[in-house]
């Protein structure tokens, strides 16, 4: 769920006509142009390479979600922890009682 969250985030920040976008599509384009003889075919997987460059930093933002999560949930039950009360000794002499003849 929290992926999906941050795959759509970036995704908005990533627009179509805007410099940093274009310039990463044009560099992605030149290193797969080499490869591809098709240029129709070298955008394409221009633009795929783009896609999973948002999709990994969308699994990271959400993997650093977790681990915030669990160090919240962590630092809550240590704050728990400090306001339990000690427990009674008990005491491992026999019980007292009537003695046998």
Known sequence: MREQ????LPGLHVEAQADNTVDRLLAYGRVVGSRIADEGEAAAQALRLLGNAVSRQASVLAYIDGFSATAIAAAMCWLLAAFVPRAVPVSTAPAAGPKPH
């Open 5 to 8: 969250v941050h795959s759509n």
